[in-house]
């Protein structure tokens, strides 16, 4: 158990289904942040959420929307995604000032 | 900005073999380190870490010194097991404020045969 638990963890969805990925912490950390990890590609931050507020968005296109609506949880809507939309979705906490994150397992996500 | 430059992978060595992963990194300030591990089908775990020049991390038999004159944070093993066999990230923090991230390397995978 690492502290933080995404679900689901594996996800099949077509191109024009609706669904969410949800992240929680049980730290107390006051920063969450979701990546995007696609065969060999780096890590991609994709947001930052610190004390509940969005502090970072990397440029992602519309059809991903988070949500945080405390600091214990974050969700990843998503919408008309595209194939290449399929990866490992990695969700992080940590405390503000330490560096160090925590994450979660990630939810392998495959678009069809 | 910031950036993280890990060697290029795979790496293949044989159970009990010595490891090194090199890491260098550009960073302003006084960034923190880490290495973090990636076993098949997880999410990215803590290995180590060093907070300021000439701190070791160190866990599980691995270790990495922090570097400042060479800016380098390279992770050793003296005697890999099959186990160990994982993706590697080396990453820096510029740990300050409210908006400090982690920017990690491309990662390097790791398989140990028996």
């Known amino acids: 158990e690492t502290g933080v638990t995404q679900t689901p963890r594996h996800l099949v969805m077509g191109m024009t289904n609706k669904k969410s990925l949800k992240c929680e912490q049980h730290?107390?950390?006051?920063?969450m942040y979701w990546y995007k990890q696609s065969a060999k590609k780096p890590l991609e931050l994709m947001f930052v959420y610190s004390l509940e507020e969005r502090v970072e968005n990397n440029s992602v296109p519309s059809r991903f929307s988070p949500e945080c609506p405390n600091s214990s949880h974050l969700f990843l809507h998503l919408h008309t995604l595209q194939p290449e939309d399929s990866a490992l979705y990695l969700c992080?906490?940590?405390?503000?000032?330490?560096?160090?994150?925590?994450f979660g397992s990630g939810t392998r996500l495959t678009v069809v | 900005g910031n950036s993280v430059t890990q060697m290029e992978g795979p790496v293949t060595l044989s159970e009990e073999a010595f490891l090194t992963i090199n890491c260098t990194y550009t960073?302003?300030?006084?960034?923190?380190l880490f290495w973090y591990v990636q076993y098949p089908g997880e999410g990215l775990q803590l290995l180590l870490k060093a907070t300021k020049a000439d701190d070791k991390g160190s866990n599980k038999g691995f270790e990495a010194t922090y570097r400042k004159e060479t800016t380098s944070f390279h992770l050793e093993k003296g005697s890999v097991q099959v186990s160990d066999s994982a993706v590697y990230f080396c990453a820096l923090s510029d740990g300050t404020g409210a908006n400090s991230k982690l920017t990690f390397g491309k990662g390097i995978t790791l398989s140990v045969r028996p």
């Open positions: 730290l107390g950390h006051n920063a």
């Open positions: 992080a906490s940590s405390q503000t000032g330490t560096g160090g994150y925590t």
């Open positions: 960073a302003t300030g006084y960034p923190s």
